[in-house]
């Protein structure tokens, strides 16, 4: 006999995720339907659709309140801090995934013991560090941080995928004439493509989405990221609502795409190696 309580599991389960969903994607649609009213039809209903979809907010904030600089600079600084760490961190993994050598395992748990330090933990530091030797206001101000923190995530997820690969596929290249520097590039790179798409994502969106570094380190107009420019929307009196919101939705955009395109390599990144046989 069926047990009645299933169904209703079942049910309760369905509900639970619906839910969840809802309140995840009812933001984002709310942000974007803001983004195309008046300021007066913003202030008369918070729910309601604009009477006309008009993409002047998006025109203001990409031109006369620099969010297409900002933007621009954001893009820059992830993309070249990102580069940095998948560079960097797939040469690291690989050596520690594949070698034996004394300092191995202490080499490994200090790459771990970074992911336990929060970042913001080091501001004043690093502050009076780039204020002594002048470095303020500068591009590597920001990206030096960034890659820095980014590194223990990065080796530690493509440590892990690449233990699953098997190791005759490197004997076989070996015995091919293949030497280490081409086995990494032609071999083990194309086939952690799904690592790399999370440490991709997951670095470009920490280092895009971050707000206090840029507002430390940053004075300069021309070298400030989204996340400053978006606060130029709300002063201390008053606040521009709707270029606010067409601006919060350019801001999501690039993220947006990178999830949609990578989303199937993320889910195998982050769960490749986490059951080894």
Known sequence: ???????????????????????????????????????????????SFPRHF??????????????GVYFLNSVYVSVVSMSIVVALSIMVAYILARYQFAPRNMIYV?????MLIPIHTT???????????????????????????????????LESFIRTIP????????IDGCGSGSLLLQII??????????????????????FVFPLIFINKDRLKTIQLGLANFIGPRSADYTQLMAGLVISIIPILVLYFTFQNSLVKGMTAGAVKG
């Open 110 to 114: 200090f790459f771990i013991f970074g």
């Open 54 to 67: 008009d993409f002047t907010n998006y025109l203001l904030a990409w031109k006369t309140s620099k969010i």
């Open 167 to 174: 190791r005759e596929l490197d004997e076989a290249a070996i």
């Open 189 to 210: 790179t194309p086939l952690c493509k799904p690592a790399l798409a999370t440490v991709c994502i997951m670095t470009f969106l920490t280092n895009w989405n971050d």
């Open 123 to 157: 501001l004043v530091p690093l502050f009076i560090m780039f204020k002594t030797i002048h470095a303020l206001d500068k591009w590597f101000t920001l990206i030096l941080p960034y890659t820095g923190f980014g590194l223990p995530f990065a080796v530690f997820i």
């Open 1 to 47: 006999m069926r047990k009645p309580w299933g169904s209703i599991g079942r049910v309760l389960i369905y509900i639970v995720f619906a839910t969840f969903t809802v309140t995840n994607i009812f933001p984002i649609v709310w942000v974007v339907i803001s983004s195309f009213k008046t300021n007066s039809e913003f202030a008369e209903s918070l729910l």
